[in-house]
């Protein structure tokens, strides 16, 4: 008998955007941004000779933000380092255990190795559990072993948390052209979704590149939101609005979800594992999947409630 996966986060990671560390006009802008998380990259955007100023950066940053005010804006905050073999990457994992964002993001993962042996850092350091990490999946390796970093990602001591596709590194190694609706990636793609369903984690969809082309933009969070991804890497302010649109639950789902839950919380459905929904049979299992609906739909009124704090 198989076991079901563990629960899912519940945590909104509709639109991730991907901030440049070097950048501190773009550091400033992020509060005033409805994005669900923030990836301050210090890797792909941050020029070699850069690296160390990009940290000092996010130093400064973090001292002046503390996590709460982020935390109260519903805001996610990963630091994406450099390959631990790049130079530059000990000196990133260093600044992480410092300044203790929600999650670190490592690039470029091969095997369950590249995750464990940072999970281990992280043991020896004594670093709060809420200290978790995200992996690229950005290789054919990656892809190929997707199922096991996944499971990987369920054992004892692990932090893993959440996949997050990175089809332009996935592309330069294949020689896939981009081409729209992305037809020969496809498969990849659903194989990183099969490993997180498998192993309760989330899976975030890759970075689409022409921020200006509005109308590709929207077809792609559409595409992604069928494919079951939790959400989308960004890297333009512009494209927050359409990853909140596709990956947020609509008022039809909110509604049916409700539904649901009433539904199972009638006494006349005590015990029962199935139940008739206006000539529907709805099983216990979506359940589940209403409740974590429901919350996360509450968290984003909570999100956009206005303060009622004196001052």
């Not at 986060?9 to 998380?37: F, G, H, M």
């Not at 890797?43 to 709460?68: C, H, I, Q, T």
């Not at 590149?209 to 559409?222: G, P, T």
């Not at 596709?246 to 409700?258: T, V």
């Amino acid at each position: 008998m198989s076991r079901p996966a563990p629960p899912r986060s519940v945590r909104l990671r509709r639109s991730v955007l991907s901030v440049p560390a070097i950048s501190r006009r773009a550091l400033e802008k992020i509060a005033d941004l409805d994005c669900d998380a923030v990836i301050f990259d210090l890797e792909d955007s941050v020029a070699p000779e850069k690296k160390a100023e990009a940290r000092e950066n996010l130093r400064a940053f973090f001292a002046g933000s503390p996590p709460d005010s982020e935390e109260k804006a519903g805001k996610e905050r990963i630091i994406r380092i450099n390959t631990l073999s790049s130079g530059f990457g000990a000196d990133d994992l260093e600044l992480v255990l410092a300044l203790e964002p929600d999650a670190v993001l490592l690039p470029k993962i091969d095997e369950p190795q590249d995750v464990t042996v940072v999970s281990d850092r992280f043991a020896e350091a004594d670093a709060p559990e809420s200290l978790r990490i995200w992996a690229m999946i950005e290789t054919p390796r990656g892809v190929l072993n997707a199922a096991a970093i996944a499971e990987a990602g369920r054992t004892a001591g692990s932090r893993l948390d959440c996949l997050v596709v990175g089809l332009n590194d996935l592309r330069k190694e294949t020689d896939v052209l981009p081409q729209p609706g992305r037809a020969y990636l496809v498969p990849w793609l659903m194989q990183v979704i099969l490993a997180v369903s498998a192993y309760g984690l989330d899976a975030i969809d890759s970075v689409f590149n022409d921020f200006k082309d509005m109308q590709a933009v929207d077809a792609e969070c559409a595409e992604g939101r069928a494919m079951g991804f939790a959400g989308k890497m960004l890297i333009h302010p512009n494209q927050i609005e359409a990853a909140n649109r596709h990956f947020g639950p609509d008022e039809a789902a909110i509604a049916e979800a409700e539904a649901i839950i009433a539904a199972f919380a009638d006494p006349a459905a005590a015990g029962l594992n199935v139940v008739n929904l206006g000539g529907r049979m709805v099983e216990r299992l979506h359940l589940v999947q209403a409740e974590r609906l429901v919350h996360k739909a509450r968290l984003i009124a909570e999100r956009h409630r206005p303060s009622t704090g004196s001052g």
